[in-house]
């Protein structure tokens, strides 16, 4: 069913939907093409962060089944059946594939909604199309992307090819399970490689069901597997494993530099990492549009609950309009984003994704309080709801660049306003964190938004717009928020190796 279809579901169409999901869920693990239980038989529960409920008990992974799962890809790259398979088929496949995601939307829209709470309307009208336009982005760099013939002497000739890495590790995150996985494989798979995929434990259910999508859409078996389990565990076992190639991970700064160790302390692996971010948005008296400033401000923190890397949590103001600014924050923002049951098409925020995760995030704004951030409005969590994981769309004002709230990734709904004055104080506070992921400036003077754009270390940096772009834009960061470039050419690009052949010729 298309997704222009599915879009037009009510909320008791969603419910029905979801119950159906729930008896037919598919817990196995996929290796070599086919369902396969876990090796020693574990199972770990994976939670509706909507309810608290039990959705299904999926199969653990474990280092025997990353084994088994590596042993596959490692057998498929070098038999030849995709590393090798012409260029324009291999597209052929990735177009199937994306066809079919968007085919079998319905079915991947209900388990990515039970398994991490994210409302339905986010997933059929923003998640699904980026995977399958990931997909064929991704495909469509496959004949795209080449070598060089350099210029040597007469009597030589000398080229570079571009040749797939072997077996991909991918270890992905929670919040966008399906989108953040896409980031991940179909770059890989283009470029020719083959993939482990070991998903976050909180949201198992959608990886499974896209590799076996990727399987009837005509891809070999073994090329693309999916491995469920612990993080220290089977998400360990991945990124030591000798046979791979490549790890790739998105997730948090502490675990992003257990990778790197592991790569040392295995084969040298090709490590690529996106580890979040504390990302600015910076309000200068001279913007060009208030209106746009404000949607933007709260748009960037409380969409997806906030559980976002990239997520415009730090709102740095200056002074001439700090209190305007945060006024019609107050006043339109407090009540754009309001949680409630994930499965109706009316809410836009939905839980958090474990009640672990509820109690941190306020955990942390009672930090905010304690020292000293004013808060303006929410700060808890809505007890019509309980016992789901929610939070308030949350608002501390009047927030100092020192406090925890502005140094560590809340990772939840909670905006910290930050005054300033002048352009040099609000680069030295954009500045001043471990991250570097994304940040926004917002002025009508160019100048100053070059100069702004040079100074800001960031990756990505958006003038007087917040997370705009298409697949001509890399997504990474800068300092501790990692190596990758996702989402681009380049990201097809770091899933090959260059090989240069230098060749003697006879002499005339």
């Not at 008791?12 to 693990?29: G, I, K, N």
């Not at 791979?244 to 990778?259: D, P, Q, Y």
Request: some cysteine.
């Amino acid at each position: 069913m298309s997704l222009e279809n599915i879009a037009k579901h009510d909320a008791s169409r969603w419910l029905e939907l979801a119950d159906q999901a729930r008896a037919q869920v598919e817990t196995r693990l996929f290796i070599d093409g086919d369902w396969t239980d876990a090796a020693e038989g574990g199972r770990f529960e994976t939670i509706d962060p909507s309810n608290g409920e039990v959705v299904a008990a999926m199969a653990e992974g474990t280092e025997k089944d990353v084994d088994r799962a590596v042993a596959a890809a490692r057998k498929a790259f070098y038999s030849g059946c995709w590393s090798r398979m012409a260029p324009r088929d291999r597209m052929a496949t990735l177009y199937r594939f994306a066809e079919l995601v968007e085919q079998n939307a319905e079915e991947l829209a209900v388990l990515e909604t039970l398994d991490m709470g994210k409302p339905i309307s986010d997933v059929i009208g923003v998640d699904l199309p980026l995977v399958s336009e990931t997909i064929r982005f991704m495909a469509e760099c496959i004949d795209k992307v080449d070598g060089a013939v350099t210029n040597t002497a007469s009597d030589a000739m000398h080229f570079i090819l571009r040749e797939p890495l072997g077996v991909v590790g991918a270890i992905t995150p929670w919040n966008y399970p399906m989108l953040m996985a896409a980031w991940k494989f179909a770059p890989a798979l283009a470029a020719g490689n083959t993939v482990v995929l070991k998903p976050a434990e909180q949201s198992p259910m959608t990886s499974t069901r896209l590799a076996e999508l990727f399987t009837e859409a005509g891809g070999p078996a073994g090329v693309f597997n999916v491995v469920n389990g612990m993080g220290e565990v089977a998400g360990r076992a991945l990124a030591l494993h000798h046979d791979v190639a490549k790890i790739t991970f998105t997730g948090s700064t502490e675990v992003g530099k257990l990778m790197l160790q592991y790569a040392g302390q295995s084969n040298m692996k090709h490590v690529g990492l996106e580890c979040g971010g504390k990302s600015p948005q910076i309000f200068m008296a001279d913007l060009p549009d208030m209106n746009a400033a404000i949607e933007a401000a709260y748009c960037g923190i409380y969409e997806n609950m906030g559980e976002v890397c990239n997520a415009g949590s730090r709102l740095l103001v200056e002074r001439p309009i700090y209190d305007e600014f945060v006024e019609r924050f107050t006043a339109e923002g407090q009540f754009a984003y309001q949680p409630g049951q994930p499965l109706d098409p009316g809410t836009s925020m939905g839980p958090l994704v474990t009640k672990a995760d509820q109690r941190r995030v306020l955990g942390m704004i009672d930090a905010g309080r304690s020292e000293g951030a004013r808060l303006v409005f929410g700060g808890d969590a809505p007890e019509e709801l309980e016992p789901g994981a929610f939070v308030n769309p949350t608002l501390f004002a009047d927030v100092n660049n020192d406090m925890t709230i502005a140094r560590q990734e809340i990772f939840g709904p909670v905006a910290c306003m930050i005054p300033f004055d002048g352009v040099d104080e609000a680069i030295h506070i954009a500045n001043d964190t471990i991250y570097g992921l994304a940040a926004s400036l917002w002025t009508r003077d160019i100048d100053k938004a070059m100069h702004m754009v040079k100074a800001v270390e960031s990756g990505i940096v958006w003038v007087n717009t917040f997370d705009a772009g298409d697949y001509t834009q890399p997504f990474g960061g800068y300092k501790q928020s990692g190596n990758a470039r996702d989402k681009c050419i380049d990201s097809y690009k770091a899933y090959t190796q260059t090989k240069s052949a230098w060749i003697q010729l006879s002499t005339p």
